[in-house]
């Protein structure tokens, strides 16, 4: 009866348990509230306002051999075109009832494309990035500027960008797909709209015309005097990451400051308009580890994706361990404790999070458990 569930604040010790003439009004109260979909926040207040974050998202590990071996079979299987539009399976994390999607803000997918295939353009509302896991050979055209796509490039897709692909290799092609629609669709932000059948430029330059604009360190162009809410640059090129890395690591060697914690370099992807993050909604970083490093525990309010790039590592989420290998992807729920630890090779680990969300918000929080 609603009386049994809903009339727990009628304990013992705080006031007498109700009579049963109480006991019926009170089932005839909530009857009645549950009817025209009201419910009392006496009831709920523990599940509405928790101590601390207690999230649906479980830590989960996708092993990208069984990954790439479904996104392969898929290639034989499954055309692309204008429908389907891409060849992108997602990742929906056990704890999500069966979404679609990594973490209630994160959508996370592998996407592949054969050797002379064409992904038609589109573009949405939502904002997407592609991480290069491995291969070459394909290009994204991104508003008409065609821009080449490389293992360990870092690529953009701000929100509402025309873009499409193609594949001018003999080989096929894998990258994970990372976009903010769980927070676009919980928000009802999302729009979507179909682009030319055929890609607006084919080209296949070294660089995009954005790269020729943008790529050059602590230079801007005098022609873009103002800021943009997502980074105008739609590459940011392996080469320039992992010098910036070793560079890191090396002064570490030489005794000057320069890395996180020993052993432990990483960068973050920034607009170069802003110094901030590259979209509003999402953050991308990479970390590398000596072998044998480690990272400091922490707790964080925002969920963290982590794809294991090169090496090895085990990878703490709460009371959980994880051990990842080249193209292993796992996640990180909000203030779940967590911390990486390297192989005997080192680990290179390419991460995104939602972290501007809460921190434009105010929400963010992290606290470092003591004795550590």
Known sequence: MLGAEYGAERTEGQVPPATPEEQAELDEMYARMEQIHMKPLWTQIGGLMPTTPEPRAVAHHWQWRELYKLASRSGELVPVGRGGERRAIGLA??????????????????????????????????????????????????????????RGDFLLTPGWNFHGHHNIATE??????????????????????????????EGTPEHSRSEQLWAHPGLRPLSFPGQASASPLGRYAWEHTDA?????????????????????????????????????????????????????????????????????????????????????????????????EAGPDGADLFCFSDHPIFEALHLARTYTPKGI
């Open 93 to 150: 994390n056990p704890g999500l009832g069966g979404d679609t999607y990594i973490s209630p803000t994160l959508w996370c997918a592998i996407q592949y494309l054969m050797p002379g295939e064409n992904a038609p353009e589109h573009r949405h509302s939502q904002n997407a990035f592609r991480f290069v896991t491995e291969g070459e050979g394909v290009w994204t055209v991104v508003n008409g500027d065609p821009v080449p796509m490389r």
């Open 172 to 201: 096929p092609m894998a990258w994970i797909d990372g976009l903010d629609i769980p927070f676009a669709h919980d928000m009802d932000t999302g729009f979507f709209e179909y682009g030319t059948e055929e890609l607006t430029d």
């Open 244 to 340: 910036a890395l070793n560079d890191q690591l090396a002064l570490e060697d030489a005794g000057h400051a320069g890395v996180v914690s020993p052993g432990h370099a990483a960068i973050r992807y920034t607009n170069p308009t802003t110094g901030g993050d590259v979209m509003t909604t999402i953050r991308a970083e990479f970390h590398r580890l000596r072998p044998g490093a480690a990272t400091t525990p922490v707790h964080e309010v925002g969920n963290r994706v982590f794809q294991l790039f090169e090496g090895s590592a085990t990878i703490h989420v709460g009371d959980e361990s994880f051990t990842a290998e080249h193209g292993d992807i796992l996640n990180v729920p909000s203030w779940k404790k967590w911390s990486i």
